[in-house]
């Protein structure tokens, strides 16, 4: 089975700080997906990767960045936290790039809680 | 952009009657997912869609994609508490690369 393991289940930051998010999967899948989850709206997307070392911009990228150094993990970044970022984040991840195959589906970790005072 | 849109966004049932749901995007989809979520947890695959018309069972879940492939409904027959959820679905453009868009979800509550 497809694991996908996200770092925390809850985290409490302060405005201003700088905060990590991690996620790691373990099935060798080349793309990986960071959203963000708020009631009434769904699952917006963040950024995406393809590839190590490679990102592409999602829905909402502003205010987030990522890093995606080796192939299992991908990390979201929040430069300075600020309150309007607490949220439900969720990271998944597919083997193929959404070409109709059944390899599109997406593997989500637990969720992590964010709650920027 | 694309969009992809699920109504309605709230449901309560009476466990044992029935419940559908219905995705709408606003562009051509070259396959569309389903997801569910339970209270607490995170999104899990159900089923993928791929054909024009294409209708899919599992067990009391039936799922159908649109003749133009710009529509999905998934029905549950006969409800039960085990079904209370968010059910997802995620629209994939034609396009190469993942366009990837989630609808907002519908929210179904089962009362016993």
């Known amino acids: 089975d497809v694991k996908v393991t996200q770092s925390s289940r809850y985290l409490v930051k302060r405005t201003g700080e700088k905060v990590f998010l991690e996620c790691v999967q373990d099935?060798?899948?080349?793309?990986m997906f960071w959203y963000r989850q708020d009631p009434g709206l769904g699952l917006r997307l963040i950024y995406f990767?393809?590839?190590?070392?490679?990102?592409e911009k999602g829905d909402i990228p502003e205010g987030y960045s990522v890093s995606r150094e080796k192939k299992e993990r991908f990390s979201l970044i929040l430069e300075s936290a600020s309150t309007n970022q607490t949220s439900m984040y969720l990271c998944a991840s597919s083997l193929s790039p959404g070409l109709g195959t059944s390899t599109d589906t997406q593997y989500f970790g637990p969720g992590t809680r964010l709650t920027v005072l | 952009g694309q969009q992809v849109m699920q109504i309605p966004q709230y449901q309560h049932v009476q466990e044992g009657e029935d419940f559908t749901t219905y995705c709408n995007s606003s562009t051509t989809l070259s396959n569309i997912q389903w997801y569910k979520q339970r209270p607490g947890g995170h999104p899990v695959f159900l089923i993928q869609?791929?054909?024009?018309?294409e209708v899919k069972k599992q067990k009391r879940l039936t799922f159908q994609f649109g003749e133009a492939k710009k529509n999905s409904s998934l029905h549950i027959t006969a409800t039960q508490t085990t079904d209370v959820g968010t059910y997802f679905c995620?629209?994939?453009?034609?396009?190469?690369?993942?366009?990837?868009?989630f609808g907002p979800g519908t929210r179904l509550s089962v009362l016993p």
């Open positions: 990767s393809y590839d190590v070392k490679m990102k």
């Open positions: 995620a629209g994939i453009t034609s396009n190469y690369g993942q366009n990837f868009v």
């Open positions: 099935m060798d899948h080349e793309n």
């Open positions: 869609l791929v054909k024009s018309g």
